[in-house]
């Protein structure tokens, strides 16, 4: 059954094309900085924004128009499995990801929900075989249903800890069968309302118990995915435990974690904590913990998370510097975890929004290879720091100085001037250039 027919396969056309239905800069065979478009971007389809979800916020209901919707549970399942691949075929979109809710109905009991996922499981590993499609990363969704309402990992209720953690075992036993490059841990509730009622300590200390049985169990079934934490501030309790990249990290290497997982991040997410996409991701990087991306974006006029597919060339350029200055994201990718806007209701809106979406990034991309190439920033930044390559800065770098000799050597120099400045405006200005007459 095709359940886009109106929709043929999305090819490159050119920055010149009128077709909305077609690429205007994402050319997946491309070459950019030594490998293809498709190589450097690895964009992944997100299951539950493309395939389930119906449009509905907190004030309205669900509009979106979707043939599976006439189905009800398993049934709904399956269509929806099937529609994923006809999707990411007319797409060109080489991979996916998906909580477990999203493929399978829990039903009444969590062996009903194995089973269910293990019927599902079945239809995504012959459409995967037929098609050439891969599991960028899955995860479980341990946030929408209220055993959750006071969190998985940090809950204060040991059943629910039990049955999170069976969820998780049970995702992990998927990863594997389906070859997931990655297994994502995503905190959603994992956070507090009021420290009136709340063991920080001991939450925390059991967020991280259940990380380590993660780690413990994938090695006793051999799963090689990378393990990933995707941070995120607030939404829905006001105190999240992985709240920004440096928390994350920090509580990672706390419970000496870190060598086990790298960081997921989010641009929308980067705006809830007060930060820009590009500082989350400078801060992964520099710490060696950069591992994949969802990208999107949010309003700046709404304090919440809107998930819009991501429009900005300005982000995506300085995104995309980011990750080539990485040398790339390892066995991560992008995921667009973005949803179409709920007056944009058709199936048709679905294609239009990945076109953007992918094209946006594809430009970002050349801008960023092309501000790399040229050393537009890495020359500035060295000469702006370059008091610390000789004399007294070299011994400061080097561990050589003290606070004796560094105070020793300002008494017998002139109080220090501005010697360097940092001309913020002229960089912006450069960087605009470079997008406007990219090609």
Known sequence: MAYFESVSKISYEGSRSTNPYAFKFYNPKEIVAGKTMEEHLKFAMAYWHTLTAGGADPFGAETAVRSWDKLSTIDKAKARAEAAFEFMEKMDLQYYCF??????????????????IDTIVDILEQGMKSSGKKLLWNTANMFTNPRYMHGAGSTCNADVYAYAAAQVKKGLEVGKRLGAD????????????????TDMGLEQDNIARLFS????YAKEIGFEGQFLIEPKPKEPTKHQYDFDAATTIAFLQKYNLDKHFKLNLEANHATLAGHTFEHELRVARINGMLGSLDANQGDPLLGWDTDEFPASIYDA???????????????GGINFDSKVRRPSFEPEDLFLAHISGMDIYAKGLKVAAKLIEDRVFDDFIAKRYSSFTEGVGADIVSGKATLASLADYALNNETPRPNQSGRQEMLRATLNQYILTAE
């Open 99 to 116: 909580h477990d809710v999203d493929i399978a109905p829990e039903g009444a009991s969590l062996r009903e929900f194995y089973s269910n």
């Open 182 to 197: 990655n297994y994502v841990f995503w905190g959603g509730r994992e956070g507090y309302e009021t420290l009136l009622n």
């Open 213 to 216: 049985m993660a780690v413990d």
């Open 317 to 331: 350029t300085l995104t995309l510097y980011e990750v080539l200055k990485n040398d790339g994201l390892g066995k």
